[in-house]
C-alpha cells in the first residue's frame, strides 16, 4: 500500500470514528432532554442517529450482540406487517434510546476515573494484600470498583494482577504457582464485580428490572441483593482455600501494599456513597424516576470529579473536565457492541409483548400447573440459558420479566420476579464465554474464554445459582415475598 492511500484510509477511519461520536452524542442529549420534554420528532431524531450508529459499527459486533438485533429487526417487521399501534412502537423507541444512553452515560465515570490518583492507589493496595486477606481484599475491591466505574474498575484490577506478576518477587515463583496465583487473583476479582448485579444502583442488572417490571421499587430487592452479596463472597472465598490449600504451607514471600494506599480505597467508598446518595437524593426530591435521576446525577459527577482531579494534579478544573471529556469522546466510537445490545434490551420487551398471545400463554401455563415457583426457577435458569447461547442477561431478563409479569401469576409479584433475575443474571456473569465480563477478561489474562468461564468459574457460578434458587424458594413458600 502506497504513502498516499494508507494516510487516506486512516483519515477515513478518523471520519468514521468521529461521525459516530457525533451520532453518539446526538442519542445521549435526546435522551436527557426527553427527561423534561416528551417530543416525538426528538424520538425520531434519536432513533435515527441510534440506528446510523450501529450501521456504522457494524464491525464491533460480536455474536452477543449480533443475535438481538436480529431478534429486534425481525420483531420490528412482524410488529409492522400485523399493524402494532403507533403508540407502542414509540414506547419501545423511547426505552430503546434510554437503555442506549444509559451505558454510554455510565462510562463518564471511567473517563473521570483515570484522572483520579485515588484510583491507582486503591488498585495497589487491593492487590498487594497478603494471601491471608487477598481473596477477601480483591473481591470487595472488585465490587467496589464495579459500582463505581464499572467494566472500567474490573479492567483496572485484572491488569494490576497480570502486572504484579512481572515483579522480581512473582517470577521467582514456579510456573505452577504463579499461574495458580494468577487465576485466584482473577477470580476474586470477577466474583466480586459480578455481584454489583445484586444490588447496585449504577448496575445494568437494577436499572434493567426496574425499568422493565412496573411498580417495582429499588427497595423491594437491593437490600436482600446486598446482604447476599457478602454470602457470596463468603462461597468464593471458601473455593479460593480449597484451591489454595497444596500451597499453603509453602514459604511463599509475603507483599504488603505501598504506604498510606488504603486512603485511595476509603476515597473510592465516599464516592460511592456519594454518586449513589445523589441518585437517591434526586429521586427522592423531585418527579423524577430512578432512571431519570441516575442518568442526569452521573454525568453531572462525572464532570464534579474530572474537575476536583484536575486541580489535584496541578492544572486547573476546566483542563481535568477537557481531558476527562477527550477520553469519553474517543471511547464513543468503540461503544458499538454495548449500545447495540442495551438498545435491543429496550426494544424487544414492548415489541414483543404486543406480538405475543398472553392470554394463550396464560392458559397453557395454567393447563401445566406451574405456579410462581417453577416460574420463578424458569426466569432465573432461563437467563443463564440463554446467556450460554449468546443473549446478552439484560436481553433476556428485560424479555422474560416482563412475559413473566403479564402472565399475572398469583404469588409471581415484580419483587419475585426482579429477584429470580438478578439471580439468574449474577450467576452467568462470570460464567458465559459471550459475556462481556469474560470476554473482557480473557483479553487481559491471555488466556481463553473457556478457560476464564466454565472452566475457572464454573462450579462456583453453578454454586452461587443453586444458593440463591434454594433462597428465592424458601422466602417464596415461608410468605416473606
Request: charged fraction near 10%; include cysteine; aromatic fraction near 8%.
Amino acid at each position: 500500500m502506497s504513502q498516499a492511500s494508507g494516510d487516506g484510509a486512516a483519515v477515513t477511519r478518523h471520519g468514521s470514528a468521529q461521525l459516530r461520536a457525533g451520532l453518539m452524542g446526538v442519542v445521549i442529549v435526546s435522551a436527557i432532554l426527553s427527561v423534561f420534554v416528551g417530543s416525538l420528532w426528538l424520538d425520531i431524531l434519536a432513533s435515527s442517529a441510534l440506528a446510523l450508529f450501529l450501521l456504522l459499527a457494524w464491525r464491533q459486533f460480536s455474536v452477543g450482540t449480533w443475535v438481538p438485533l436480529i431478534l429486534s429487526i425481525g420483531a420490528m417487521a412482524i410488529a409492522l406487517w400485523q399493524s402494532v399501534p403507533g403508540d407502542v412502537l414509540i414506547s419501545a423507541m423511547e426505552r430503546m434510546i434510554f437503555l442506549a444512553s444509559l451505558i454510554a452515560v455510565l462510562n463518564t465515570l471511567r473517563s473521570a476515573a483515570l484522572l483520579a490518583p485515588e484510583v491507582a492507589r486503591a488498585g495497589a493496595f487491593l492487590t498487594s494484600q497478603p494471601a491471608s486477606r487477598r481473596y477477601v481484599s480483591l473481591s470487595l475491591g472488585g465490587h467496589l470498583f464495579g459500582v463505581l466505574i464499572n467494566f472500567g474498575g474490573l479492567a483496572l484490577l485484572l491488569d494490576l494482577a497480570k502486572r504484579s506478576m512481572d515483579s522480581a518477587a512473582s517470577q521467582a515463583l514456579p510456573e505452577e504457582i504463579r499461574e495458580v496465583k494468577l487465576r485466584r487473583m482473577s477470580l476474586a476479582t470477577m466474583r466480586g464485580f459480578g455481584l454489583i448485579s445484586l444490588w447496585s444502583p449504577l448496575g445494568f442488572a437494577t436499572n434493567a428490572v426496574l425499568i422493565t417490571l412496573p411498580g417495582l421499587v429499588y427497595t423491594d430487592f437491593a437490600p436482600i441483593g446486598f446482604a447476599m452479596s457478602f454470602v457470596f463472597i463468603g462461597v468464593g472465598w471458601l473455593f479460593d482455600r480449597v484451591e489454595g490449600r497444596r500451597y499453603r504451607a509453602m514459604a511463599l514471600p509475603r507483599p504488603a501494599p505501598p504506604q498510606g494506599a488504603w486512603l485511595g480505597a476509603a476515597t473510592l467508598v465516599l464516592h460511592v456513597l456519594i454518586v449513589g446518595g445523589s441518585v437517591f437524593l434526586v429521586h427522592g426530591l423531585t418527579r423524577l424516576t430512578f432512571q431519570e435521576a441516575l442518568i442526569l446525577v452521573v454525568p453531572s459527577y462525572a464532570v464534579l470529579w474530572s474537575a476536583v482531579s484536575g486541580f489535584r494534579r496541578g492544572a486547573d478544573a476546566a483542563g481535568g473536565v477537557r481531558e476527562a471529556f477527550g477520553d469519553y469522546r474517543a471511547r464513543l466510537p468503540s461503544m458499538g457492541a454495548e449500545v447495540g445490545v442495551f438498545a435491543s434490551a429496550g426494544f424487544l420487551p414492548v415489541t414483543l409483548l404486543a406480538l405475543v398471545p398472553v392470554d394463550a400463554v396464560q392458559s397453557q401455563v395454567a393447563m401445566m400447573g406451574l405456579g410462581a415457583v417453577p416460574l420463578a426457577v424458569a426466569v432465573a435458569v432461563g437467563i443463564l440459558a440463554f446467556a450460554m447461547l449468546g443473549i446478552n442477561p439484560i436481553v433476556s431478563t428485560s424479555v422474560l420479566g416482563s412475559v413473566a409479569f403479564q402472565l399475572q401469576v398469583p404469588g409471581l409479584t415484580p419483587q419475585v420476579i426482579a429477584l429470580a433475575a438478578m439471580g439468574g443474571w449474577t450467576s452467568v456473569i462470570g460464567l458465559s464465554p459471550f459475556i462481556t465480563t469474560i470476554i473482557l477478561a480473557s483479553s487481559i489474562l491471555k488466556r481463553s474464554v473457556w478457560r476464564v468461564g466454565p472452566g475457572w468459574n464454573g462450579p462456583y457460578c453453578l454454586s452461587i445459582l443453586a444458593i440463591w434458587l434454594i433462597f428465592l424458594v424458601t422466602l417464596m413458600w415461608t410468605g416473606r415475598v
